[in-house]
Structures are given as structure tokens and as C-alpha cells.
């Protein structure tokens, strides 16, 4: 399997819809000191995002007021950052997430791997445009200051899309590698993969693993996964969150909500078939509260899931 085999999102829009009426419930439950966090979960997780942000246009027009301004006063800790992340078109999203992931206290190298990797050239084009916009700074300088080595080499080579040789006569096998990896097509790089194997007899993630360590390392098996299966990559990047980091929430909300519409059922598949438990299972097992029953809306369980 490559990306260009069928893949499946949660979240479709929704028919009959009306922006007017959506934002009208979303500001009755938003009013006084409680918040109804049941009508905005069955709102928010059950709209696309096109449709999100036409309603936080009505919000606006309708009651003068900002929405996502609203949702942040109004909710706190996780179950907020969910119902925020969901207002985002996926351009500012990644650019948020990139933005916080570099300028929080100590940069998250995974959440750049994650997002880096992952996306399509297009899509790395759209997130440097938001990037921009909404912070007024340059996304390749700032993870210029804010990563080191080849693992910042690699990441660069991502964000311009287009590579230029590079004339550097140090670490030339790594530039060569950084090469191919920020360069190829997707359909390109599999069959390179798979040459590689026939020539090596090795697997090249099992090659990476060898040769390099540390972040450079990680990414550039991030690169590989993503090119052999995409859901696959994400859906180890869930069970690894959710397991080996006590609820990552961070990176549980960020994949949740940035694949929704793309290809999360496709993951929860992958992550049934790889891991004998559904996604809807362990996130129950988790979390808690609203925050759970907003994580398990966006991931669309059902009845089997449990």
C-alpha cells in the first residue's frame, strides 16, 4: 500500500446544514457560568470544517462576537484545546501546533516529525502561508533556531518543498539521504525502498535504525512509514501516545483532529488490525469526562468499538 490507495476520514459534512441556527446553539450553550459541553461536542465534532468556520462567520455576524475567542474563555484544559483545535482550518492547525511545538518551554521535536513527515508538499505550502499569517514569522528560520544538526538539515529540506543540491562535502551519505527522502514523489520513493531492499537484502528502516540515532533517526523513519502507509504511521503514533507515554494528550488531540476528515478511519483500522484493541477502546480506557466523549465523537465509534 502507498497514499494513493482509498483512504477514509470520520468527519463529513453535515447535511441540512445551517450556520445560523449551529451558531445560536453553540452561543445558548456557551451563556452563564456552566457551559453545555454536550451541545457543543454534538455540534463541533459532527461538522466539517468548512462548515466550523461558516458557523464561527455567523457567530460573528449574528451575535458580534469571536467564537473560538468565546470557546477559550469558557472551557479549560483538554476538552478546550479540542473544541479550539477543531475551529482551525488544517493549514493553521499544523502552523499552530508547529508554532507551540517550537516555542513552548523546550521544542517537541515529535510533534515537528509528526506533522513534517507526514504532510504533503501542498500541504507544507498552505502551513508556511498560515505560519506567516498568523504569527508573523518564518517557518524555516524559526525551526532553523530552534533544531541543530541533520535532524534541522532534513526538517528545512521539508519545508522548502523544492531541494536544492546542496554542495556541502561533509556527512555527503546524510546529504544524500536527505536528498532523496525531501525530493521524491511518494510512488517514486516506494519503489526506492523497495530497490534498496532488493540490492541490500535489508529493510531500510532497519538500515536507518542502524546507521543513525537520536532525532535525525526518528524523522527519517517517519519519512519512510509515512510514504509505505500513512495510516499505519499515525496509528503507531497513537498506540505509542497512548501507551508508552501515559496519554500523550497532545499528540492524541492533534491526530485526531488533523486526520478527521482525511483518513482517521483508515487509522482506526490499522490501529485495530495491529494492535487487537480498537482506538475507541483504549481512548475510553484513558480519558475521562467530556473530553473523552469529544475525542471518541471525533473518532466516530461504534458499538464494536467498545
Known sequence: ??????????????????????????????QGFGCDKDTLVAVLTQRST???LTIAEAYQ????????GDLREKLSDHFKDVMVGLMYPPPSYDAHELWHAMKGAGTEENCLIDILASRTNGEIFQMREAYYLQYGSNLQEDIYSETSGHFRDTLMNLVQVLWEAC?????????????????????????VFQEFQNISGQDIVDAINECYDGYF?????????????????????LY??????????????RILIARSEIDLMTIRKRYKERYGKSLFHDIKNFASGHYEKALLAICAGDAEDY
Not at 455576524?61 to 473560538?68: A, P, T, Y
Not at 551519505?173 to 520513493?189: E, F, V
Request: glycine share 6%; hydrophobic share 45%; with cysteine.
Open 240 to 253: 505509542s501516545a497512548i501507551h508508552d507515554f501515559g496519554f500523550h494528550n497532545k499528540t492524541v488531540i
Open 167 to 191: 554542495q556541502q562535502k561533509t556527512g555527503e551519505h546524510k546529504t544524500m539521504l536527505q536528498m532523496i527522502l525531501c525530493n521524491k514523489s511518494y510512488q517514486q520513493l516506494w519503489l
Open 1 to 30: 500500500m502507498f497514499c494513493g490507495d482509498y483512504v477514509q476520514g470520520t468527519i463529513f459534512p453535515a447535511p441540512n446544514f445551517n450556520p445560523v441556527a449551529d451558531a445560536q446553539m453553540l452561543a445558548g450553550a456557551l
Open 61 to 68: 455576524s449574528v451575535l458580534g462576537r469571536d467564537l473560538i
Open 217 to 237: 533517526q526518528e524523522l527519517l523513519v517517519a519519512i519512510v512509514l509515512c510514504v509505505r502507509d500513512k495510516p499505519a504511521y499515525f496509528a503507531y503514533r
Open 50 to 52: 468548512a462548515q466550523r
